[in-house]
């Protein structure tokens, strides 16, 4: 596999640059030559941001799986495609070369069709990081299917708005999931998903910790069982499904600033070149190579960098089922030890973490293999990326600070390693074909370097969302309606004297808890649930570990006063209504919330109080009554339960 796009110099990354921004058409055209279409396109990109409508490579047809995988068997059939490292290092590790990748994806597709899956069909996909997850990703592709993965970490509730909203038909799930410690029961928690969804036609159980199932006749069907049906009667060739370059390739899940989490959409083409594009130029991937991103697949990151990107560049992909801190801080880096890794890409959240244990476990393992480090989901403090760079790289790494988004398929700003110039906690610059331009709050663009202002992109690229699915309405008013003709981000960000750029973290009501994108109005939601609350306002705070906790100012209205009682008891309704990963750190209870006479929170002030600033609150004025804040400050220490009696 040669990789002809590939940037190698931070001149050629300038003249690449030029090129694509002058002619996009031609430059996006000549990269896509690189990938098998079944048909090729009669124009490279159609586009407007009003509607917004966004078509690239119109009138191709082809299929991402065989990109990913039948391309490759010629001269990598032998080769590691998956590296599975699972959850207890003592169990064995299993490798998936692209062969037998192929062949078992090719399985999976006939299981899929023997239960009904057709092209255009959603299918949910709720399981554990084990190797037949990629499996499942893959062959939903592969017969058409829409893949809409749900992290683990949600709720049943999560599960059923999902699939309410996708109309999804279809499940497939594990028994359970081995999480450090612990095991997660998912197959229940699809169960209790399901008592709010009887459209769900088959549910596919894979076993993984062979706890205890209810399996309803019918419905659901184990994953082993319906692979030996297709070892006689199925078609050991499955042709892949030829999709049309602007078909849906997937739905992803992600929180926005208002109402429940929208469903964005991608599609086959574009997001194969820029998954792929992104991949090899960032990262400067090399033929044999070991890539190990260790995130989650429930997340974009995982859809990227650890299927579409790499697989379609004919990479070898480490995929590990566990946490960093399990059986010890060391587990990164004994994989990394093990396996010989090239490439390590995490989240500064795990960075901070590990960080924290300490030295002791890093004696010992030999790291030498690394060559590229890379970050990505929060802003990356410069400790810790010093910390990253001269303990784990040796200070002979380049670390690439990737900034992107579930909306934008792939990195947009991000250094390419040891390529361009890399400036600690800066993404630093754009990737060919990326406009970012910042605009103050009227809409109107900064220019000139060391300003700040809101992100926005001037022009897509091929990876850009297509909508949000079941209403293109809500995409238009979320990202392209803030700023006439722009993408909106969301994000904060400050360009420096030299041109690059530093994103500084969200600029809407978006909390980013680890690297885990959660919208306060979700929080708010969840937490109102609870019989006793009357009333809550959710902000973040800076957090040394997570980047941002989340902070909950509670009006309770409780049948008992003990505090830590109701404390808990908020805290399950929200881990009951969106998941664990949206438990509020810290709560406090509240008589009233700051509001403008309108009825709008003034949440700057709650944000400020949050942060332990008591005092030096701005101006409140404007609020319907001015004495809430006073309170509110003065009890934030003690955060003590007021009752509230009717
Ligand atoms: C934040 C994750 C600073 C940002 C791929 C963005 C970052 C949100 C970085 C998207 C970075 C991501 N530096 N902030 N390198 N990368 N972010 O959709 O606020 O889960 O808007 O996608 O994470 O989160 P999402």
Not at 423 to 450: M, Q, R, W, Y
């Amino acid at each position: 596999m040669s990789y002809p796009y590939q940037i190698t110099s931070y001149e050629q990354y300038n003249q690449a640059y030029a090129s694509c921004e002058k002619d996009p058409q031609a430059f996006w055209g000549s990269v896509a030559e690189h990938f098998r279409w079944k048909k090729k396109w009669n124009k490279v990109l159609d586009w407007n941001f009003r509607e917004p409508k966004i078509e690239w490579f119109s009138g191709a047809t082809m299929n991402i799986t065989e990109n990913c995988l039948d391309r490759h068997i010629e001269e990598l059939g032998n080769k590691p495609a998956i590296i599975w490292e699972p959850n207890d290092p003592e169990e064995h590790h299993r490798i998936l070369t692209y062969k037998e990748l192929l062949f078992k994806v090719k399985q999976f597709s006939n299981v899929l069709k023997n239960n009904g899956v057709k092209k255009g069909d959603r299918v949910c996909i709720y399981m554990g990081m084990i190797p037949e997850l990629a499996i499942a990703v893959l062959a939903c592709a592969r017969v058409g299917a829409i893949h809409s993965v749900v992290f683990g970490g949600f709720s049943s509730q999560s599960i059923a708005d999902r699939l309410q909203d996708a109309k999804a038909e279809f499940i497939i799930t594990c028994d359970g999931a081995y999480r450090g410690a612990k095991d997660i029961p998912l197959k229940s928690v699809i169960d209790d998903a399901l008592i709010a969804c009887p459209f769900v036609k088959r549910v596919i159980v894979c076993t993984r910790t062979r706890t205890p199932v209810s399996m309803i006749k019918g419905r659901d069907v184990w994953w082993e069982d319906e692979i030996k049906k297709v070892e006689t009667h199925g078609n050991p060739d499955f042709p892949a499904e030829e999709m049309d370059a602007n078909d849906m390739l997937f739905i992803l899940y992600t929180s926005g600033s208002t109402g429940k989490p929208k469903g964005v959409v991608h599609a086959c083409g574009g997001y194969m070149v820029w998954a792929n594009y992104t991949f090899v130029n960032v990262f400067q991937y090399k033929p044999g190579q070991v890539h190990f991103c260790t995130a989650d697949i429930g997340w974009i990151t995982g859809h990227s960098y650890i299927i579409y990107g790499p697989l379609s560049a004919g990479a070898t992909t480490l995929m590990f089922e566990g946490i960093p801190t399990w059986p010890d801080a060391g587990r990164f880096w004994n994989i990394v030890d093990r396996y010989k890794v090239d490439i390590l890409y995490t989240a500064p959240t795990a960075i901070r973490s590990l960080m924290a244990y300490g030295m002791d476990y890093l004696v010992g393992k030999d790291l030498s293999s690394l060559k590229v480090l890379g970050t990505v989901g929060e802003p990356i403090n410069e400790e810790a990326w010093h910390w990253y760079h001269k303990n784990i790289g040796k200070e002979k790494c380049p670390v690439v600070d990737t900034w992107w988004q579930t909306e934008t398929g792939g990195v947009l700003i991000s250094n390419l390693a040891g390529v361009t110039p890399e400036k600690p906690s800066f993404a630093t610059l754009p990737l060919p074909g990326v406009h970012p331009c910042l605009v103050d709050e009227n809409g109107k663009e900064i220019t000139g370097n060391n300003v700040s202002g809101n992100l926005c992109m001037k022009f897509p690229w091929p990876g850009i969302l297509r909508t949000t699915y079941g209403d293109h309405e809500r995409c238009r008013l979320n990202y392209f309606s803030t700023y006439e003709n722009l993408y909106f981000t969301g994000d904060g960000c400050l360009r420096d004297e030299n041109g690059f750029y530093r994103i500084t973290g969200r600029v809407d009501d978006v909390l980013n808890v680890s690297g885990h994108r959660i919208g306060t109005a979700e929080v708010e939601n969840a937490i109102n649930m609870h019989a006793g609350v009357v009333e809550s306002a959710v902000v973040g705070y800076p957090h040394d570990i997570k980047g941002q906790g989340i902070y909950a100012y509670v009006i309770y209205n409780g049948h008992h006063g003990d505090e830590t009682l109701a404390r808990q008891d908020i805290i399950q309704t929200v881990t009951r209504i969106i998941g664990p990963i949206a438990k509020p750190d810290k709560i406090q209870f509240v008589t009233g919330l700051p509001k403008t006479r309108s009825g709008k929170i003034m949440r700057r002030i709650l944000r400020k109080i949050a942060e332990g600033e008591t005092t030096n609150l701005g101006d409140t004025t404007t609020l319907l009554d001015p004495g809430v804040v006073e309170q509110i400050a003065g009890l934030r220490i003690k955060g003590t339960l007021i009752r509230i009696k009717d």
